[in-house]
């Protein structure tokens, strides 16, 4: 069109055309006679990846061991040897003459419960060094204790007709059960089911609670407990007067229990 061509005239009507100048200077062109390689015909000069074949240690290299915490505990005992007949440690429990109704270990090994007629238990580490925790608050002897599986609770069965979980680093129990859930003292009990559940016997029944544990404190409602337990069965032993003890797989899920009677028989239920 006329209007598109500087030489042309415009059209009527329209703007006459201004020249643009522009601001950029025109350079001379340089021709190079060296130019720098991109590198494609070249070998790179950095290995990216170097697979190591047939890689031996150093001769003088030796793993370091982890700390287990079991300090003066042998790790593995050596198979030639005879069986121990001398104790490495004893400790004293408590000043006056005071029986010792159960222990357990815990399941990482590093740390010992211990229940006493003289309602309270302890907790040693285990070498046995040094003084050890101290938890107090039953009415009757300690029948039995035990450990959750990541060894942060502690369960405690009185003769008092309680049942208590305790946290390991505290002094007072998390969850409380009384006479009011059982009606004769437990003479057993344990976590199971990987912590899910609490198991226990009362006279010739055992029960299997669900809990849930809440340490949180309120300073205005302290009196309120949060952590709660409910029952999930109950079963009674026909023909025995008593479940002396019982024992549950608490490492992995497993619905075998073991129970133990006044009437000499081994039971096992699936």
Same mark, same amino acid.
């Given at each position: 069109?006329? $209007?598109?061509?500087?030489?042309?005239? *415009?059209?009527?009507?329209?703007?006459?055309? =201004?020249?643009?100048?522009?601001?950029?200077?025109?350079?001379?062109?340089?021709?190079?006679?060296?130019?720098?390689?991109?590198?494609?015909?070249?070998?790179?000069?950095?290995?990216?990846?170097?697979?190591?074949?047939?890689? !031996?240690?150093?001769?003088?290299?030796?793993?370091?061991?982890?700390?287990?915490?079991?300090?003066?505990?042998?790790?593995?005992?050596?198979?030639?040897?005879?069986?121990?007949?001398?104790?490495?440690?004893?400790?004293?429990?408590?000043? !006056?003459?005071?029986?010792?109704?159960? =222990?357990?270990?815990?399941?990482?090994?590093?740390?010992?419960?211990?229940?006493?007629?003289?309602?309270?238990?302890?907790?040693?580490?285990?070498?046995?060094?040094?003084? *050890?925790?101290?938890?107090?608050?039953?009415?009757?002897?300690?029948?039995?204790?035990?450990?959750?599986?990541?060894?942060?609770? %502690?369960?405690?069965?009185?003769?008092?007709?309680?049942?208590? =979980?305790?946290?390991?680093?505290?002094?007072?129990?998390?969850?409380? %059960?009384? *006479?009011?859930?059982?009606?004769?003292?437990?003479?057993?009990?344990?976590?199971?089911?990987?912590?899910?559940?609490?198991?226990?016997?009362? $006279?010739?029944?055992? !029960?299997?609670?669900?809990?849930?544990?809440?340490?949180?404190?309120?300073?205005?409602?302290?009196?309120?407990?949060?952590?709660?337990?409910?029952?999930?069965?109950?079963?009674?032993?026909?023909?025995?007067?008593?479940?002396?003890?019982?024992?549950?797989?608490?490492?992995?899920?497993?619905?075998?229990?073991?129970?133990?009677?006044?009437?000499?028989?081994?039971?096992?239920?699936?």
């Amino acid at each position: 069109m006329g $209007g598109t061509c500087p030489l042309c005239p *415009p059209p009527p009507g329209f703007p006459p055309l =201004i020249p643009v100048v522009s601001s950029v200077k025109d350079k001379p062109v340089v021709f190079h006679t060296k130019v720098r390689s991109s590198g494609y015909t070249s070998a790179p000069s950095v290995n990216i990846f170097t697979p190591k074949l047939n890689s !031996q240690k150093r001769a003088n290299s030796v793993p370091k061991e982890k700390n287990s915490g079991l300090k003066g505990i042998t790790k593995e005992y050596p198979l030639d040897s005879l069986a121990p007949s001398r104790p490495s440690a004893q400790v004293v429990v408590s000043n !006056q003459s005071t029986p010792v109704c159960c =222990i357990q270990y815990s399941g990482d090994g590093k740390l010992l419960a211990v229940g006493l007629a003289d309602k309270s238990m302890l907790v040693y580490n285990a070498s046995l060094s040094g003084s *050890p925790a101290v938890f107090k608050g039953h009415d009757g002897a300690v029948n039995c204790v035990g450990w959750a599986q990541n060894n942060k609770w %502690l369960l405690t069965a009185s003769e008092d007709r309680s049942l208590w =979980i305790w946290p390991v680093q505290g002094s007072t129990p998390a969850l409380m %059960l009384g *006479p009011e859930t059982l009606s004769k003292p437990a003479r057993s009990a344990q976590f199971y089911y990987m912590d899910k559940f609490m198991l226990f016997s009362s $006279g010739s029944e055992f !029960q299997l609670h669900r809990y849930h544990l809440d340490t949180s404190r309120d300073d205005i409602q302290s009196y309120k407990k949060k952590s709660k337990s409910r029952m999930v069965g109950k079963f009674k032993m026909a023909g025995t007067q008593e479940i002396s003890c019982l024992s549950a797989v608490n490492d992995f899920y497993s619905c075998i229990l073991l129970l133990f009677v006044q009437c000499l028989c081994l039971l096992s239920l699936i």
